[in-house]
């Protein structure tokens, strides 16, 4: 079965912090994405990385950034946290030719982050 | 206009009836399409996805993709109350960069 791993479910900080997420997948996907979902607004695409040190931005880049110096790692960066970044964040990997089909992305669990 | 759509519901459909769901997408080179369920306050996970016209089925669900009409839906057959969950559609565009989500459709099985 496919992993995707998220670091925290919950998280809390303050305006203007630097926050880190992670997320780990173990199945040796070359692709690896960062959404936030948010009500009425679904899921909206941050980054994405089709491979080791590559990163594209999606359709809400601002505010955030991302690192990926393993294939397995995709790290979501806020550089300085602000309220409206209040959200949920979900991770998630594919591979082409995968289990699913191509293209299936597998999600992690999520982590609900509140800017206080 | 969105590039994927969906009716936002919530969809009402008796336990052991049918439930229908449908998207419609803007971009005509799509060739991905993808249905994921999301229970509250969890992460999406895959159903089912289709690639060809014509009708895919599983078990209770079937998928049905028309790519002249730039729709595809998801019947759910004898509806069941652990169905009540919001079933988001997706598209992978011509550009096959990335998949596209729409907002999701909340359906609500009564018993």
């Known amino acids: 079965d496919v992993k995707v791993t998220q670091s925290s479910r919950y998280l809390v900080k303050r305006t203007g912090e630097k926050v880190f997420l992670e997320c780990v997948q173990d199945?040796?996907?070359?692709?690896m994405f960062w959404y936030r979902q948010d009500p009425g607004l679904g899921l909206r695409l941050i980054y994405f990385s089709y491979d080791v040190k590559m990163k594209e931005k999606g359709d809400i880049p601002e505010g955030y950034s991302v690192s990926r110096e393993k294939k397995e790692r995709f790290s979501l960066i806020l550089e300085s946290a602000s309220t409206n970044q209040t959200s949920m964040y979900l991770c998630a990997s594919s591979s082409l030719g995968g289990g699913g089909g191509p293209d299936t992305q597998y999600f992690g669990p999520g982590t609900r982050l509140t800017v206080l | 206009q969105k590039e994927v759509e969906q009716n936002s519901g919530p969809l009402s459909v008796p336990e052991g009836a049918i439930a229908s769901l449908n998207c419609t997408y803007s971009?005509?080179?799509?060739?991905?399409f993808f249905w994921y369920r999301q229970y509250s306050g969890k992460s999406p996970e895959l159903i089912m996805f289709i690639y060809s016209n014509g009708d895919k089925e599983d078990g209770r669900f079937t998928a049905q993709l028309n790519k002249a009409s730039q729709y595809v839906s998801l019947l759910i057959r004898d509806s069941q109350p652990s169905d009540s969950a919001t079933y988001l559609c997706a598209v992978r565009g011509s550009s096959a960069s990335k998949i596209i989500f729409g907002s999701g459709t909340r359906l609500s099985i009564r018993p």
């Open positions: 199945m040796d996907h070359e692709n």
């Open positions: 971009d005509r080179g799509s060739q991905s």
